[in-house]
């Protein structure tokens, strides 16, 4: 199953626990965390579903979209941009 | 009665009997707007990452509960619209009886009847045409920053924006009309300057004791309105300046307010870097500059829009500065206190 992390900077303002989920998306697996973390869901995408403009996805160490896939043993980093602060 | 300041790096609580600063909340984080109303006190935050968040605290900030964010709905698909239906930034907070108000980037007003637990689109608002066209002034934008309530029938609600005009409404929100009939912006071709929708009002403040009174802080000068906002006329005996960002009014003596006039726009600093506010008290026929207290050299403070406040006595005022400078008066701006050069940008001062 999918690892997502999230970024130690995000701790500050909400909690938000990494965990492994099952999907195959990098938008199911996100989807997948805020059905138990719903708290964290407005921090990671705005209104209309789509990624913040500040926030970036990893997948196994490469910049990645929601749409990308993700392997069983992927592991999902969401962190902040260095723009935005 | 605590002095709440909101800055770019925190909210700061300042102690007025004794004028003093108590330890910073969400210190890092750009607090956008505060709102002391009915017990609670209100913080928007505009978190460089993770977004627009809205936080309540019910003992004066020492416990906080986040609320839900106002929301924009989904754009409708055929939509010829420019502006991103996403919330930029909360600019301002109002509160009446059991209704919230807030002010928004990228232009929309939205409406709380649970203390901020939840918030819906004015859609009378948002879904006028005129809305399509208004722009940016500051921001990326434009931007709902002043909401005006009128204190005997909450019905009436007036909202200016940079830039769209003033609108207005005598139905609690469902219905709104174009109430900046007389302000103008030479800036502009001339067959637009007067267009009522493009007018960029940086501020403004309705007088609690006349509410048909009106002071507007305007990209272009000084305005005021005796009408309830149905006309304005330009208030030509400002001084230093015409240009400027905030403004108060009395809230007993609807001919009394204060403006901080700066350097016209191209370079936004006090002219020739001496902070002063200007005071009327003949409902703008003429004004004092009031210097005594501020810096007077080398002074380069903007005060934006929401950087000036007045207490309910009319007596005490609280300025803040882009540079971080916070000053009070206690005798209606004849003199001013420094009680910090140092505080991170400041964006909005307010008297609970």
Request: glycine share 4%; aromatic share 4%.
């Given at each position: 199953m999918p690892r997502v992390v999230f970024t130690s900077h995000l701790q500050r303002h909400v909690s938000a626990a990494d965990c492994k989920v099952s999907a195959t998306t990098v938008a199911a697996a996100l989807e997948a965390v805020f059905r138990s973390q719903p708290q964290a869901r407005g921090y990671v995408l705005d209104e209309q579903g789509e990624l913040r403009k500040h926030v970036f996805?990893?997948?196994?160490?490469?910049?990645?979209?929601?749409?990308?896939?993700?392997?069983?043993?992927?592991?999902?980093?969401?962190?902040?941009a260095l723009t935005g602060g | 009665m605590p002095l709440y300041v909101a800055t770019r790096k925190g909210l700061f609580i300042v102690d007025t009997r004794r004028w003093s600063l108590a330890r910073p909340h969400f210190l890092g984080d750009p607090v956008s707007a505060v709102l002391a109303h009915d017990g609670a006190l209100y913080a928007a935050l505009n978190l460089g990452h993770f977004g627009v968040k809205l936080r309540r605290s019910e003992d004066g900030g020492e416990h906080w509960q986040e609320l839900a964010a106002p929301a924009y709905p989904a754009k409708p698909e055929d939509s010829a619209d420019k502006t991103p239906w996403k919330l930029a930034q909360i600019w301002t907070l109002e509160g009446a009886g059991d209704t919230l108000w807030a002010g928004t980037i990228p232009g929309g007003l939205f409406r709380s009847r649970d203390r901020g637990e939840s918030w819906s689109l004015v859609r009378g608002l948002w879904d006028r045409k005129e809305r399509t066209e208004w722009f940016g002034g500051g921001y990326d934008h434009p931007g709902i920053h002043s909401i005006c309530i009128h204190p005997r029938d909450a019905r009436q609600v007036s909202v200016a924006v940079s830039c769209g005009g003033v609108w207005q409404s005598g139905d609690g929100g469902e219905t709104w009309r174009l109430a900046a009939k007389g302000m103008s912006a030479d800036y502009f071709p001339p067959e637009r300057k007067h267009d009522e929708n493009i007018q960029d009002v940086h501020r403004m403040v309705q007088s609690p004791s006349r509410p048909d009174v009106y002071y507007a802080q305007h990209h272009n000068g000084v305005f005021r309105s005796a009408d309830g906002a149905a006309s304005w006329q330009e208030v030509t005996a400002i001084a230093p300046s015409k240009f400027g960002f905030a403004t108060a009014v009395h809230p007993k003596d609807a001919d009394t307010a204060w403006f901080v006039p700066a350097d016209k726009d191209e370079r936004r600093l006090p002219l020739e870097a001496k902070l002063v506010v200007a005071r009327t008290r003949d409902g703008g026929q003429s004004f004092e500059v009031l210097r005594r207290g501020l810096p007077q050299e080398h002074a380069y403070d903007l005060v934006y829009r929401h950087g000036l406040a007045v207490d309910e006595t009319g007596e005490r005022l609280a300025m803040g500065s882009t540079t971080g400078g916070l000053w009070i008066s206690e005798d209606a701006g004849d003199s001013w206190r420094c009680l910090s050069s140092h505080l991170p940008p400041i964006y909005a001062v307010r008297f609970a």
């Open positions: 996805l990893f997948v196994d160490g490469r910049r990645a979209a929601l749409t990308d896939p993700v392997r069983a043993e992927s592991a999902i980093h969401v962190l902040q | -």
